[in-house]
């Protein structure tokens, strides 16, 4: 099956709204740089956020947990996030400027091509098609289920009636 | 990790909402009033409902300031699916079984359905009507009061999911990940999508049934539900979209919808292909 070359615009801008999100809601993940240094923080999938400061002044690391409330502080953010393509795992860097707890800029770098920032705010151009199979659901890692909405009893017990009813 | 978690029964379907922090009692009594006033408003289900009264009587109806909103979303979608796409779909759904009584039973004669502007009109959210009609507003409707929901809960400052039945919106530092239901076989999936802070609807032909090609998504040009597709994923900045494109995909190109929306697919045919966007961003089993 074809696979895209580039990093899906929806993942990027995914992880950007969710840093912005973070940045907007004043959440103290992230900390703040310096000119000399960049903070980086790790996206994980149990949605967590761990830092690591590489500030030689204070020479310690920290490792807040997401908390509601404090001020955003003003610097630049970097964030790592990993993200599926049909093609495998790839990851992206975001790196925001926050100043008076607005983003006043964000650029994009992509691995393995080097980014286009404006890229995460186009729609597709195009699309693929493959087979797929199913996989039994109790097979793979899921928090829920898309599909069909469920239907409620008076339906069900409709659609009981006219089965019974056929069979008769 | 346990998360608090509210589950009900609404507008035809089951209902979970997950927050971090257990809903304060206030936000849950005014979803909770919100939602009954979107069922008394829209639901063809029931006789006391404004809709209903409009499927009797033609005349000038005063509906919910929002419904500007949710009508105008209509009117995009009726342009951009050539007219397949209505919120007078009803009387349709009706004649083919999908009726207030769930009789399930297709009517012998079955009509045409109006054009919209021809006996309908709107002025913000005042509908005026020449005939009696029967509004739906199923292909957005659930994705619209997503959305409402989703507006209450922010005010709370808390992450949330939302999943109406597979149709879902999350929100803060909250990561999901979404199998997508084959509907050929419910216990099965075709693919994974991980989901942070967007809305991700799907649609699929195979519950709302009840007899040989019957579903609920109808034809108006046709007047018989479509074929070739069993089921769509779509994910957009908020639900409605999402669950108006979700719906639209059946009737019509991708290509016909990109200008007017941002938003991902995947698109399940019977012939067991998927088409899919380019920026999609899960799984797929091949």
Redesign the interface.
Known sequence: MESPTKPNAAIISIVVVVLLAVAAAGVSVLTKSTPDTVATSTVTSSSSMTVQTSNPATSSTSTPTMSMGAACKDGTYTANAPYLTPGGRDSLSVTLAVANNIVTSVSISQNPTSGDSERYQSAFERSYKTSVVGKDINSIDLSRVSGASLTSNGFNSALDTIKNNARA | MHEPSLRF?AI???W?IETDNPMRAATKDAMMNMIEDFDKTYSRFRADSLVSKIAQQAGTYVFPDDARDLFGLYEQFYTLTEGKMTPLIGHLLEELGYDA?????PQSTIHQVPVLGSVISRQGSVITTTEPLVIDIGAIG?GYLIDKIAALLDAD??PYMI??????RV????????????????????????L???S?????????A??DGLHHIVDPDTLSPTTGTL?T?V?AKTAAIADGLATALFFTE?EQL??D????YVR?LED???????????????
Do not use: H
Request: include cysteine; charged fraction near 25%; proline fraction near 4%.
């Open positions: 029964e035809g379907t089951q979970v009584q769930y009789s399930l039973q659930k400052s808390q999943d109406g039945s597979g149709d879902m929100c803060g530092n909250r990561y999901e990940r979404i199998g997508l239901e084959d509907p050929r076989n419910p216990s099965r999936i075709i693919g994974v999508i991980e942070t802070n967007t991700l609807c799907g649609s699929a032909v195979q519950r709302r009840w007899g089921a994923w994910t991708p990109v200008d929306f941002d938003f991902t399940l067991g292909t998927v088409e899919y966007s380019e920026n999609f961003t899960g799984e797929l089993f091949t």
